[in-house]
Structure formats: structure tokens, C-alpha cells
């Protein structure tokens, strides 16, 4: 029998949901491909879909933004901004019926390809041959694979494989689908590895999503052990650490108020994988995780999106300064070295 702290399923209602129409042009719409960076300071951004209005007009579109809750009059002006096509329309706003508006916006998404990984969202989409195939199903929780943050992720960790690092104990803070914890189980699957969110539907979800790419769930090598729990906030998670990976997808607020804690999880030499932030955020993040022994060993960028690589330093007080053991798993011998 698995041994995972997940909570029952939730029978809280769905928030309210709202959709804001507005038609738009076909390059507009193509220029939101992809995620909205004004919309990532907002507490619940909503879901921007577009779609062809007029089959016989080819460059008459329309854009659909989806709340949870009805949109206040400055997300409304911020949606117009984007679309400046529709500067003099008076946009649609109605309240939807009670269901998952979330899941329903998020159904037909392309499949995403990222390193070895390819993620789809969609049981009838086909595999990728030669790579790594993740079923993570449009949900509630946050990580299908879409967001440029989740994928910046997969890519790093991907990499980070490819040159040789190794891993044994793996920590994924505010996991959501699940989806980067697997990926890091694919690559060190001899790990021991933790996942939590705060959101207890997001842990649920997270172990659904476990038993349907078939990643083993428990508190031995090589399985899953799933924890809701706010930051790091969790016995277990203190228990099992120190972690010599740990991978925190999240907001740049929270990412910087949970830096000591997050550092503190992380053994001498480990890693720690961030992402969620913008990047006229990666500057604040940065200082708050410097000024607890870390120093930025990679960064890459996809689009607004920065994903960051750091590694602990080693503790240097009273005692002889310990030389990090190359052999070690926290990173492969000549690589990352500042």
C-alpha cells in the first residue's frame, strides 16, 4: 500500500467564474501565444484563449479571458491593452455557469516538447517517439506543462542529466500537477523524492496524476512521497532533508519570503532549481537566496521567464573548510564551477 499524505478529494464549490470577450486580430492573437506577463503579478490570472470568429474572414478573431471571480474594471482595461484592434468595442462580460471552467479552457492545448520530455495534455494526443511521453490532463492545479516557468524547468533539469549531475534525495516545493517531480524521478530514479503543495486539491490531483504515468508513490528509493503543506511547512519535509536538489516553481514574492527555509533544506554543494519569477524580478530573488550561501551557477530565459540554477557553498567557520567532493551528486566535476 502507497504511503502518501493525500487529502481526501475536495467538495468545496468552484469560485464563480467570468469570461471577458473582446474580437481581436489574427496577429494580435498570435502575439499572445504563450503567457501574459502582466497578467503573472495578478493573485488568479485568468486563461487567454483565442480563436478564429469568422471561418471566412481569416483575420477576424476573438479573444476569451476566463476569472475565477468577476474581473475588476483595471483587468478589463489591462485584457483592451493587448488587443488595440478593439480600442471603441464594449467587450462581452458575462458570468459562466458553476463547472471547472479551468479544465474546460484548457482542453485541445498542443502537446509541449521540452529537452527529452514531451508532456500532453490530452489522452488522445499521441506519444512522441524518442522521448519521454507525461500524460498531466488540464486541471485545477498549476504545471500542465503549457506555462514557459514548467517547461524552463524540464529544460534545466533535463540538462543538468546530460552533463552528468546525480541526484539522491529531490524535493519539489509547490509541485502542482506533479509533473517536474516525476521528470526528476525519470532522471535520478534511484532518488528518494518529495512533493508538496499548499493547495490540498493540487496534491490530490498530483497523485492522480502519479498513478497515471505509472511514477510509484511511498517514502522508499525511487518513489513519490506526496505532502500538503504551506512553504516547507511539514515535519516529513524537515525529516527527510537535507535535500541535494530541490525545485521551487512558484511566484517571485514567495520564492523570496521562503529563502531561508528553502536554503536551509539544502545539504552543502546542493542545488536548488527556481522559476516562476519574471525577469525584472531575478535580480530581488537572486539577493535573498545569495545572502543565504547560495551563488547562481546557470540561468536561461524563455520569453519573460528566467529559470535559475543555484548551488550552496560550502560552510566556512571555525572548523577547516570542508572541499566539496567532486564525486559527489550535487554537480558533475567541471561543470557550473564560477
Not at 240 to 257: C, T
Amino acid at each position: 500500500m502507497n504511503d502518501v499524505a493525500t487529502p481526501p478529494i475536495s467538495t468545496e464549490p468552484v469560485a464563480q467564474s467570468w469570461k471577458v470577450t473582446l474580437p481581436c486580430t489574427r496577429a494580435e492573437a498570435e502575439a499572445l501565444d504563450g503567457d501574459i506577463a502582466a497578467f503573472a503579478l495578478m493573485d488568479r490570472p485568468p486563461v487567454l484563449m483565442t480563436s478564429e470568429a469568422e471561418p471566412d474572414n481569416e483575420d477576424s478573431w476573438r479573444l476569451d479571458a476566463y476569472f475565477e471571480g468577476q474581473p475588476s474594471p483595471a483587468a478589463i482595461k489591462l485584457l483592451r491593452s493587448l488587443v488595440p484592434s478593439a480600442a471603441g468595442t464594449k467587450p462581452l462580460v458575462e458570468q459562466l455557469p458553476d463547472e471547472d471552467w479551468v479544465t474546460l479552457s484548457q482542453q485541445g492545448l498542443e502537446p509541449v516538447t521540452a529537452g527529452r520530455f514531451h508532456v500532453r495534455n490530452l489522452a488522445s494526443d499521441p506519444q512522441q517517439p524518442g522521448h519521454v511521453n507525461f500524460l498531466i490532463e488540464a486541471s485545477r492545479a498549476f504545471g500542465t506543462g503549457q506555462h514557459e516557468t514548467t517547461a524552463g524547468c524540464l529544460t534545466m533539469l533535463d540538462r543538468m542529466r546530460r552533463v552528468g549531475m546525480r541526484f539522491g534525495n529531490v524535493a519539489d516545493i509547490g509541485t502542482g500537477t506533479g509533473l517536474l517531480a516525476f521528470a526528476a524521478l525519470h532522471l535520478w530514479p534511484r532518488a528518494y523524492a518529495t512533493a508538496s503543495d499548499i493547495d490540498p486539491v493540487a496534491v490530490e490531483i498530483s497523485a492522480q496524476n502519479a498513478a497515471a504515468n505509472r511514477i510509484p508513490t511511498g517514502k522508499g528509493q525511487g518513489q513519490l512521497a506526496l505532502y500538503t503543506a504551506a512553504g516547507v511547512d511539514h515535519p516529513a519535509i524537515a525529516t527527510r532533508a537535507p535535500y541535494d536538489l530541490l525545485i521551487a516553481n512558484i511566484l517571485a514574492g514567495p520564492l523570496i519570503e521562503l529563502a531561508p527555509s528553502l536554503c536551509a533544506l539544502v545539504e552543502e554543494g546542493g542545488t536548488i532549481v527556481l522559476a516562476g519569477l519574471l525577469r525584472e524580478q531575478a535580480d530581488a530573488v537572486l539577493a535573498a537566496y545569495r545572502a543565504q550561501g547560495m551563488r547562481l551557477a546557470e540561468r536561461t530565459d524563455r520569453g519573460d521567464w528566467p529559470t535559475l540554477r543555484l548551488r550552496k557553498r560550502p560552510q566556512i567557520g571555525w572548523k577547516r573548510p570542508r572541499r566539496i567532493d567532486s564525486h559527489a551528486r550535487g554537480e558533475a566535476p567541471g561543470f557550473g564551477s564560477l
